[in-house]
């Protein structure tokens, strides 16, 4: 055990991520197809409990509240559930390191600490990785290879923006903002916890993170990372709890910006208790991006973009291609082809290196998708699901599709954030891009067709904020991320993610 860990266990007992009752291959029934491959979590020490990270110190919350592995349903660890006044406490540490250290140190300083963290997270990073899937029931292909690798990213690639702010805006001078509040989902805590800290940090501001109530173990090991990379305290503040505590945290009056990753009726919330103070915000919320596939695509590429885009991760994205629109002619081979496909996914233990579909992150999410999949056949729209078997412990939904759906449906409307593709057909261009259109959301989307003209012609045409064409789900953190529409406000990632940490004159 590290001596950061040592110093926060606050007395609790350590246990091996593995300790526990041994399981079985068969309580994960699917997979059977290939040798099971499970990613060993010997290496990672989770704490029975874990308190909350505020002025550099591990400070105990009196009320506490359970993390499960939603694959098992096994209670992974207890964390503090931070009321108004921890929620105080947090603000006023950051308040006193903006004032004090963060703010009036030279930006290579400020890098120097970044670049430390990047390189300490690489170091530890299938630690980080092993634990992402244990607290969040995604495949571990993915949070080793997508996850992880871009958290890294990203903080090196802020790190180098650290001391070139005034470059980067050119004739105009960067002051930080103050103190942020930033509050994120389950669906990439990690990754959204580095899209968020990254640029505030390398900007000069110090921050309040609240992680989702799910989800909270990598952002307090990563709290521990920054304790061992030795970040004036109070810089970085982690405090745990559910939507209070994130409510408690955007309604502070000492918050000078809140950043905020998550669904669009909390993204409304937020806009309604800042409106009038002057204080800044930006909002990620949902989406319900449109795939097209014109009949000119090569069919076999596009089917696996289909499924990267929505059934990998459960569809827990938020820029999730859960939306298809194909063209008429290709319609019953790109349905065919899918089936077979989904049936061929590996659905099961989310620590098996084979598993393409995890487990659903918890049992409310899984009512919600159970509720929209079973409007979709009450509103006449046909189902159809793979055939693996699921795990008899733990949350879990089949890949699912839908065709025969019409625009008003509510598969086609809402945001379901699960493994369910609302598949239509078109004929012209024309009307494939006005059914994509037709939604409240504007987050992503997908093109597929040999034609580069096509590509330029109908991404143009497309509102939202980010476009892929003949790929999907690919992610830079020189590249800006956001949404148009009820999709959000503001962008991350990139020269465009720096901004609205800075006061620009
Ligand atoms: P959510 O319910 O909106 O929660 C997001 C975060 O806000 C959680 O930490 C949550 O706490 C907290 N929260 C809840 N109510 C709050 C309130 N009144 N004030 C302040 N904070 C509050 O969203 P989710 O279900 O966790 O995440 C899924 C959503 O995130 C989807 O809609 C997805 O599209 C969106 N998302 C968007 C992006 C993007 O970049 N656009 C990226 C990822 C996800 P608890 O969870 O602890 O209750
Ligand atoms: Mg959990």
Known sequence: MSE??????AGSKTKSASSGKKKSRHDFVDGDRYAPAPESSEHVVVKDSYDLFIGGDWIRAPKRTETRNPATGEVLSEVGEAGPGMVKKAVAAARKAYEETWSTMPGRERGKYLYRLARLIQERAREFAVLETMDGGKPIRESRDVDLPLVAAHFFYYAGW???????????????????GQVIPWNFPLLMAAWKLAPALACGNTVVLKP?????????????????????????????GGGKTGRHLVRHPDVDKVAFTGSTEVGKMIQRDLAGTGRRYTLELGGKAANIIFDDATVNQAVEGIVNGIFFNQGHVCCAGS???????????????LKRRMDNLVLGDPLDKNTDVGAINSQEQLDRIKVLVDSGSEEGAKCWQSGQKLPRKGFWFKPTIFTECAQSHQIVQKEIFGPVLAIQTFRTPEEAVEKANNTPYGL????????????????????????WANTFNKFDPASPFGGYKESGVGREGGLQ?????LDLR
């Open 4 to 9: 950061a860990q040592d110093k926060g266990a």
């Open 162 to 180: 650290a001391d070139k702010l005034d470059y980067a805006f050119p004739g105009r001078t960067a002051h930080s903002i103050g103190v942020i």
């Open 212 to 240: 989702a109530e799910t989800t909270p173990l990598t952002a307090l090991k990563l709290a521990e990372l920054i304790e061992e990379a030795g970040f004036p305290p109070g810089v970085v503040n982690v405090v745990t």
């Open 323 to 337: 939306r298809l629109f194909v063209q008429e002619g290709i319609a019953d081979t790109v349905v065919r082809k």
């Open 444 to 467: 992503s989307g997908g093109v597929w067709t040999d034609k580069g003209s096509k590509i330029f012609k109908i991404t143009s045409q497309i509102r939202a904020g980010v476009l």
């Open 497 to 501: 993610g720096l901004a609205p940490y």
